[in-house]
């Protein structure tokens, strides 16, 4: 690929807070505020901080394997959990994206006229096409789209935390309503919303110098994330507080607190209308993200010689995309949206489990990688700390995912290994 179809630095940090800015933060501030109370903001620097030798192992990785990705990362120890961990990170990624979607098609069919009309999943799949289409063009495209997707979902981020400062309030963040046993269940749902910071990895080949850019894009922005999202949880609890007894979703917060904000209803409903909108496109700018990005992992795979019809999936069109791998990921985002229709929740705990799965086989390999290499007793430390947090992620994420899901994902791990060992011999 020519340099100037590359992407810089800035845009790759883009890429990265499009994918987890998306519809995990605003779902989850009804269920962080539900079932851990006031104790729900803290939940986003807890986990990010138990995630911090992730990231710092993910970055040392990127920096010395900058093209391949995930598989790269795995591969350094055996071709397998290369191949395990970039199948699951694949399919994790399109069941997160089958939420957003979905969150997104919501959103819109509340401001649009005659969209309510259209069957939510039809509505899903017209999105999912449009998205295809895009994703067949060059680089650029995607980047501007992007950046389109990127200000739309600011709105209601900086609304938020504007109104928490107006009406800063913390009477209601008392110790009493700290509920510490929610916590546990809640885990899986801030997972789903932090996951995404490794995006670079799977764009390495495509981003200017990835040696040094690629960690980079993953410091900056998990660092914005983990920042941004406690401070919006804690505004949105202090904003919301009295009414959550009422509420039986996340769509009835922005209209509580818009209604908060003004005292004409008149203007709080026409605020309501555009939070509903940018959140809408927050939701759908992180799906087109995920499909953005995440051929490229289906594309290594192939490159490799691991999956059926590899010739086919190595394929590019003339703006240097992998067009069958593009329409692959598709038809399987398709799958999760028809099979999940009334399970959102279910969908973002087996999206996380996908993840997770990756970030694990990518702490193991990091770490025998130093034992060939006498690596630093530090880089040991972080490791093993790394490897640790991501077995707890995992054992949160299965025993909060349902029998079926947890089923489903586990066929998908045995198909993809069935197939590694065909393509093997």
């Known amino acids: 690929m020519s340099s100037s179809k590359k992407l810089s630095l800035l845009s790759a940090v883009f890429i990265n807070l499009n994918v987890m800015i998306g519809a995990g933060l605003f779902i989850n501030t009804y269920d962080l505020s539900a079932k851990a109370g006031a104790a ?31 598989y790269a990362f795995g591969t350094s120890y055996s071709p397998f959990l290369g191949f395990l961990s970039c199948w699951s990170y694949f399919f994790g990624k399109l069941a997160s994206c089958a939420v957003m979607l979905s969150v997104g098609a919501t ?66 963040i008392t110790p009493d309503l700290f509920i510490w046993s929610g916590m546990a ?35 900056y922005s998990f660092g914005t994330i983990m920042l941004l999202y406690g401070i919006f949880q804690a505004c949105i609890y202090m904003n919301s507080y009295q009414a959550l007894a009422t509420l039986t979703s996340y769509e009835g917060i922005f209209p509580t607190i818009a209604h908060g904000l003004f005292s004409s209803s008149f203007i709080a409903n026409k605020v309501t209308i555009l939070l509903s909108f940018a959140i809408g496109s927050s939701a759908l700018g992180g799906a087109y993200g995920i499909l953005f990005a995440n051929p490229w992992n289906l594309y290594t795979l192939a490159e490799h010689n691991h999956t059926i019809g590899s010739q086919a999936i190595t394929l590019f069109n003339r703006h240097q995309t992998p067009w069958v791998a593009v329409l692959i990921e598709s038809s399987i985002c398709a799958m999760f949206l028809l099979c999940n229709q009334q399970s959102l929740l ?35 430390i972080i490791s093993g700390a790394a490897f640790i947090s991501c077995m707890l992620f995992i054992t949160s994420c299965a025993m909060t995912t349902k029998f079926a899901s ?9 198909m993809g290994s069935i197939m590694f060992i065909y393509k093997s011999k």
């Open 40 to 70: 729900g903001f803290l939940l986003y620097p807890l986990i990010g901080v138990c995630m911090l030798p992730l990231i710092a192992i993910t970055g040392k990785l990127v920096g010395l394997f900058p093209t391949g990705g995930l």
């Open 406 to 414: 947890l089923l489903l994902f586990i066929m998908i791990l045995s």
């Open 185 to 219: 269940s809640c885990i899986p749902l801030v997972l789903y919303s932090l996951c995404g910071f490794e995006t670079a990895c799977a764009l390495g080949r495509n981003i200017e110098n990835p040696a040094v850019n690629g960690p980079k894009a993953v410091y």
């Open 346 to 380: 279910s969908l973002r705990s087996t999206a996380a489990l996908g993840i997770i799965i990756a970030y694990t086989i990518s702490a193991w390999a990091y770490y025998h990688l130093l034992q060939k290499n006498n690596g630093a007793k530090q880089d040991f």
């Open 107 to 172: 959103m819109l069919q509340k401001i649009v006229p005659g969209l309510d009309a259209i069957n939510i999943t039809t509505l899903c799949l017209i999105i999912l096409a449009i998205y295809t289409i895009l994703n067949l063009q060059n680089m650029k495209v995607g980047v501007w789209v992007q950046s389109f997707f990127l200000t739309s979902k600011a709105i209601p981020i900086i609304f938020v935390i504007v109104a928490g400062i107006l009406l800063f309030d913390t009477s209601h």
